[in-house]
């Protein structure tokens, strides 16, 4: 079985790691290789290259095998952004409704057909040296709607509509959400890389 350490403390994407990648492998989170408190600064411009930071800094600590991955919504209308900034959109410690009324303001009055977003999830991957990354990308594209459908899931979901379902992301809950996310598109893509 080969084992894979994930660059985060977030159980919930370790084992839905777990389940794209199958029995073969094994994810441990950072928690379970001794770096609970290891802080790592995400600064850079992209998601490649906030993923590629967390790779790199965790590797150099284990010399393991990293995964690590990026996500972040892009709207069309502010110039891709928040990008980069989506977790924090409304300020350092922002909650999810802060950032989701923020976004809502700042597309107050813009119609539907402007409104097109995409959420996308780098994962970057780095078996035995931090001089060789291999990226993976997914996205889901949708559009911002004007107030919060739907209960299930967590950040921007209750605003992001998904026209193929005639549903917002926490409407169509977590079991349809996985199969048309933008982490399992990036997840898939991997997991071929592997076979
Ligand atoms: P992270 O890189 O996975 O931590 O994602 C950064 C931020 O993007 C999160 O704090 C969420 O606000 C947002 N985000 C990422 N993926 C999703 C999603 O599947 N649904 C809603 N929001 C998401």
């Not at 410690?93 to 959420?119: M, Q, T, Y």
Request: with cysteine; hydrophobic share 35%; aromatic share 10%.
């Amino acid at each position: 079985m080969k084992t894979f350490v994930l660059a985060s403390q977030n159980k919930h994407k370790a084992e839905e790691i777990k389940q794209i990648l199958g029995s073969d492998f094994e994810i441990k989170t950072m928690d379970q290789v001794g770096l609970s408190n290891f802080k790592i600064i995400e600064d850079g411009n992209t998601f490649e290259e906030n993923a590629a930071i967390k790779a790199v800094s965790v590797f150099k600590k284990i010399n393991m095998p990293v995964i690590a991955d990026d996500s972040g919504l892009c709207v069309d209308f502010l110039d891709g952004g928040p990008g980069v900034y989506t977790a924090r959109f409304a300020g350092e410690n922002a909650s999810d409704g802060d950032n989701i009324n923020k976004l809502l303001c700042e597309l107050n009055n813009v119609p539907f057909e402007k409104r097109s977003a995409k959420f996308v999830c780098v994962i970057a991957f780095i078996e035995n040296s931090a001089n060789n990354i291999n990226y993976f990308k997914g996205e889901c594209s949708g559009h911002i709607i004007t107030e919060k459908r739907g209960t299930s899931g967590f950040g921007y979901d209750p605003v992001f509509y998904c026209e193929e379902y005639d549903k917002t992301l926490a409407e169509l809950g977590e079991d349809i959400k996985n199969t048309i996310s933008h982490r399992y598109k990036a997840l898939k893509a991997f997991s071929e890389f592997l076979k």
